[in-house]
């Protein structure tokens, strides 16, 4: 009897992975460990994987489900940088790696709640070196408001899915990246009005937007 496959499919990832690929490409070390947190179907993973093939990539998830869907991506892939994922929860230390050389974490902080934000920074400083950078994908409110009609959208809709839910005031989430000695470095706007923020431990502050 044949093994089902887990995989699962999420159009959001084939749309948004080469734009966040391109990011990546310039903000990750030239080779290292890569943990991706929140790795969600494990489509991303296999993708930046077989492009940065100088890196390891760690993917993890909490979700049963997800961990499957990314084991099964794995072993489909038969990408040898491409690790098997990790059962990682945010808020429990120690996480179940030692040490990392870069962070990535795509539409994690919204799909979460909030205390998600300052216990990704927390382990990020934990597990990094010094000048490290993690590297997170999503939609933010900048000033206190939606940057598109469409974020306030979703960020209703998010609400409704789970009070907790919400997109993020990017300001906040700076200031807790701050209280864990990173400093964010730039921001860059990414299509369907997301942006990617790239954070660096003991950074020298944003250059640009």
């Given at each position: 009897m044949p093994t089902p496959d887990r995989r699962q499919f999420s159009p959001s990832a084939a749309?948004?992975?080469?734009?966040?690929?391109?990011v990546l490409q310039r903000a990750l070390p030239a080779a290292g460990l890569v943990l991706e947190l929140g790795s969600g179907?494990?489509?991303?993973?296999?993708?930046f994987a077989r492009h940065l093939p100088a890196l390891r990539w760690q993917p993890s998830e909490a979700e049963p489900a997800a961990l499957a869907s990314i084991a099964d991506w794995v072993a489909h892939s038969g990408q040898p940088n491409l690790l098997?994922?990790?059962?990682l929860d945010l808020a429990a230390k120690p996480w179940p790696v030692a040490a990392a050389d870069a962070i990535v974490a795509i539409n994690v902080l919204h799909y979460s709640p909030w205390e998600t934000t300052p216990?990704?920074?927390?382990?990020a400083a934990a597990v990094l070196p010094e000048d490290g950078v993690v590297v997170c994908y999503g939609p933010y409110r900048r000033g206190g408001v939606h940057t598109a009609p469409s974020n306030a959208d979703f960020d209703e809709w998010l609400r409704s899915v789970d009070a907790r839910f919400a997109v993020r005031d990017l300001e906040a989430v700076q200031a807790e990246a701050q209280r864990q000695g990173f400093v964010?470095?730039?921001?860059?706007?990414m299509p369907?009005?997301?942006?990617?923020?790239?954070f660096r431990h003991g950074g020298q502050g944003e250059a640009g937007a």
């Open positions: 749309r948004n992975r080469d734009p966040i690929l391109t179907t494990g489509e991303h993973a296999v993708h098997p994922p990790l059962c216990a990704l920074f927390a382990g964010l470095e730039e921001v860059i706007d369907a009005n997301n942006l990617s923020l790239i």
